[in-house]
């Protein structure tokens, strides 16, 4: 049987699957054309945001770090251009020791590099990158960029390095710059302006450089660079320049502070001098010092342990943080004191028989026999020791405290330097509060004899020493000590000045100020430091010290041969010149040096030829005249009073106190 199509159903059939695909292309189409319309119009502003930052970088440019200048324009911290060899470990692809071996086939990289870069990645995060050699050579830097693509995560960067060309040279004044630590970071977010630290790898962590790290930083710029799907840049499209940090220009001498330190030579010790009228501290001195350009790139572990361990504690900023007991450099203070409340005249006569009782503790002069009769002149230029237990004994510790707080003694002077310590000024309520026992709150009569000497528990730093004396040569004007003295526009050259103004005056009578500094160049002339100054082509004030470092047995003498080094007294001298309109001031401490007289005034000669003539020590036509040591005498500088002290505050009945010998 023939069947028949049924052409005319197949044809319907075949128009109705037409209709039905096309509504469901046309639906499809309609879908993404809504779609179309919906990313063009609603969501147009995101997603051309995206792509833009897909394809547009923002690389922060970190600006020039300002330059720091002595007040003569001599560059004590610079910056160079150099590059560096970085890896970023979550973009390695091998074992990273592997890594290292195998860039140590092109370039150099010691053992101290490994060590460096091992201590770098722990204070980083993974994806940053850490150095592994800094200062290639244009040789290294071929060789590797020639066989870049075995490395990936392995980049050479171009880098600004902080150098300090003159090294150890003022390297406490200076301090130095690091790379930015974990607590670095949680300081930067404590600042204000955090993000101006964005592409920033060093900040600055000693000295000056942490002091004003924020004026030395300057602020960072901004790039917008085209990068391609690879990430490499393929052009700029605009650029926000970096502005540099501001340049200090400090107060120091640095032709004066090499006079200094090279006239320390091996002595531990510290000088500060200051110029009266404005401040200005013309060298600041710590011996020993260190190399600041072993800290830009990260200390190695062996350099650390040397610096950290050594028994001269280089790293210790002796003027800002030493303490030490000012021995005879305070007595003109005292003397100063007694004038100008009333406790002495220029001429009252005071007999020395070498010794002063107090209760039953025994207070001995520095010379055996004494002095014989003493006015205040010749207490100060002979630096009479009974002269000044009486003296203590009649003003009192809080007389005391309250006259020698003016002069900055025990207070922070506030130089521009970080961690500045307080020092002892002592007085009863300073007892009251230092110590916890009852016994030991209460302030003992015998306490005070000793701090006219500038012995007990007097402690000041040389700084506060410098400033003291400073403000003494200045008559009483009190300009506050700083470090940097013009701070100038790293962009327009703009200067300010940083300390313009006075900060107080102290209520002096002239004549007395006047005599206290004619009897200082007493010293000079006839007295204790009239060998080290003798020849002088200027006239100059002065005052030696000695004091005690460790207390020696009941009527034993003083052996500086048979003494430990270290257990030696300690030299000082404190000095201001010209005499009839000083120029400069100077306080110094020679650790365990002996004799203000033998080390420490002949360093301060040295310091002042220079300054004042322009003589240094090497000039062979005006040698420095050096200090002889002062005439042997048995009595020394006095000991700490003891715990167990009486009621007067003296050792035990027929205990001696021994006195300064300067």
């Not at 001269?312 to 003397?335: C, E, H």
């Not at 309250?402 to 002069?407: A, E, I, L, P, V």
Request: hydrophobic share 35%; proline share 5%.
């Amino acid at each position: 049987m023939t069947e028949f199509k049924n052409t005319e159903r197949e044809i319907h059939l075949f128009r109705l699957r037409l209709s039905v695909a096309g509504v469901f292309v046309l639906i499809c189409f309609g879908l993404l054309a809504t779609r179309f319309l919906w990313l063009q119009t609603v969501k147009y502003k995101d997603y051309a945001s995206q792509a833009e930052d897909n394809r547009i970088s923002v690389v922060p440019v970190v600006p020039n770090r300002g330059l720091i200048l002595d007040r003569n324009g001599v560059v004590l911290a610079r910056n160079f251009s150099a590059y560096t060899l970085e890896i970023t470990p979550s973009k390695i692809r091998e074992p990273l020791e592997q890594v290292i071996d195998g860039l140590a086939t092109l370039v150099d990289i010691q053992p101290k590099d490994r060590r460096r870069f091992r201590r770098l990645q722990e204070e980083a995060k993974n994806f940053e990158s850490v150095p592994i050699r800094t200062r290639l050579t244009d040789e290294e830097v071929a060789r590797f960029t020639a066989q870049r693509y075995r490395f990936p995560g392995v980049e050479i960067q171009a880098r600004l390095f902080r150098q300090y060309p003159l090294g150890e040279t003022a390297s406490h004044v200076i301090g130095y710059i690091g790379r930015i630590s974990q607590r670095d970071a949680e300081r930067i977010d404590d600042m204000e302006d955090s993000a101006n630290y964005a592409g920033t790898d060093y900040i600055g962590k000693e000295g000056l450089e942490k002091k004003y790290e924020e004026t030395l930083h300057g602020t960072t710029g901004y790039e917008e660079v085209e990068v391609s799907a690879g990430g490499r840049a393929v052009r700029t499209l605009s650029r926000t320049p970096a502005t540099p940090g501001n340049n200090l220009i400090l107060s120091i001498d640095i032709e004066l502070q090499k006079v200094i330190e090279e006239a320390f030579g091996e002595h531990r010790g510290a000088l500060v001098a200051i110029e009266p009228s404005t401040g200005d501290v013309l060298a600041y001195v710590s011996k020993p010092t260190f190399d600041p350009n072993l800290f830009v790139e990260g200390i190695d572990p062996k350099s650390w342990e040397e610096l950290n361990t050594s028994i001269d504690r280089p790293l210790l900023n002796r003027p800002l943080i030493g303490s030490y007991p000012p021995g005879s450099t305070y007595k003109p203070f005292m003397a100063l004191a007694a004038l100008e409340l009333g406790k002495r005249t220029p001429n009252q006569i005071v007999h020395d028989p070498g010794f002063f009782w107090f209760g039953n503790h025994k207070f001995r002069d520095d010379k055996e026999g004494g002095h014989g009769s003493v006015d205040m002149y010749k207490s100060i230029v002979q630096s009479c020791d009974t002269y000044y237990y009486m003296l203590a004994n009649d003003i009192g510790v809080d007389g005391i405290h309250d006259f020698m707080k003016q002069f900055g003694f025990g207070q922070l002077t506030g130089i521009d330097l970080e961690h500045e310590r307080q020092g002892v000024l002592p007085s009863t309520a300073w007892k009251r509060n230092a110590y916890k026992r009852p016994e030991q709150k209460k302030w003992y009569a015998g306490e005070t004899i000793s701090l006219g000497i500038g012995q007990g528990y007097n402690s000041f730093t040389p700084l506060q020493m410098a400033h003291a004396i400073a403000t003494l040569a200045n008559n009483g004007v009190v300009m506050k000590p700083h470090l940097v003295k013009i701070i100038e526009n790293g962009a327009t050259k703009e200067r300010t000045l940083t300390v313009p103004k006075e900060s107080y005056r102290i209520s002096l009578k002239q004549q007395n100020v006047d005599f206290i500094k004619n009897a200082m160049v007493g010293v000079t002339r006839e007295g204790t430091s009239s060998r080290a100054f003798a020849g002088a082509g200027y006239v100059s004030g002065g005052k030696t010290g000695t004091a005690q470092v460790v207390g020696i047995k009941k009527n034993e003498k003083y052996d500086a041969k048979k003494v430990e080094e270290r257990h030696r007294d300690h030299s000082l001298y404190t000095a201001f010149a010209p005499a009839d309109n000083p120029k400069i001031a100077i306080a110094i401490i020679v650790e365990n040096g002996g004799f203000g007289a033998t080390i420490a005034a002949p360093i301060v000669r040295k310091a002042l030829d220079y300054y004042l003539l322009g003589k240094r020590p090497d000039d062979k036509d005006k040698p420095a005249v050096p200090a002889e040591k002062a005439d042997d005498a048995n009595a020394r500088p006095v000991a700490e009073l003891k715990a167990e002290e009486e009621s007067i505050g003296g050792p035990k009945a027929g205990a001696e106190t021994r006195g300064n010998q300067d």
